[in-house]
């Protein structure tokens, strides 16, 4: 049997933020240069979710899929509309955003993995978050992200073990 495609999670990234008197505006042209482990997975591919971290704890507001980059689809104008208005929900928050990076492999990226992926995520966050800004069905999936589901036993990494907690999943 083919072992799934392992995806990777790395995040939460801060985006910055800067409050004015009619409330908050994103800084996405910052957010790459504030966030230098971000930058590098820039030109990568997977998943996205834009969530909102509390002191009750991080909830996702979207999921998005990149097939082309990070940096051309995260902060698309659409998107941009989602984020503002799950951020006006918040007299505070810290907004942040996670990538779950398709692997690196020869040949072309896997676009049905990534859609997989992103209906396992929007699902998972509905579970969450029922003002979750995305709602799709979803298939049997054929992949796992590494530490967070459906991935090989052994330890995981802080950022799956944090990623986990947003979406209240369960190893």
């Avoid at 002191?55 to 899929?65: D, R």
Wanted: charged share 25%.
């Amino acid at each position: 049997m083919k072992p799934p495609l392992e995806f990777v999670v790395h995040g939460p990234f801060k985006v910055p933020v800067e409050r004015l008197s009619a409330g908050r505006r994103l800084l996405v042209k910052r957010f790459w240069d504030a966030n230098p482990k971000a930058d590098d997975l820039s030109a990568q591919r997977g998943c996205y979710v834009f969530a909102i971290r509390t002191g009750g704890g991080t909830l996702p507001h979207y999921i998005g899929q990149a097939t082309k980059s990070f940096a051309k689809e995260t902060f698309n104008p659409s998107n941009l509309r989602k984020y503002y208005d799950a951020l006006a929900d918040y007299k505070s928050g810290r907004p942040v955003m996670f990538f779950v990076v398709h692997p690196r492999r020869k040949g072309k990226i896997n676009a049905r993995r990534i859609a997989q992926v992103e209906n396992f995520l929007i699902q998972a966050g509905w579970a969450r978050n029922r003002s979750l800004q995305n709602v799709k069905g979803i298939h049997r999936p054929k992949w796992a992200i590494k530490g967070v589901v459906r991935s090989a036993a052994g330890k995981s990494t802080k950022a799956a073990r944090v990623f986990r907690t947003v979406f209240g999943v369960e190893r």
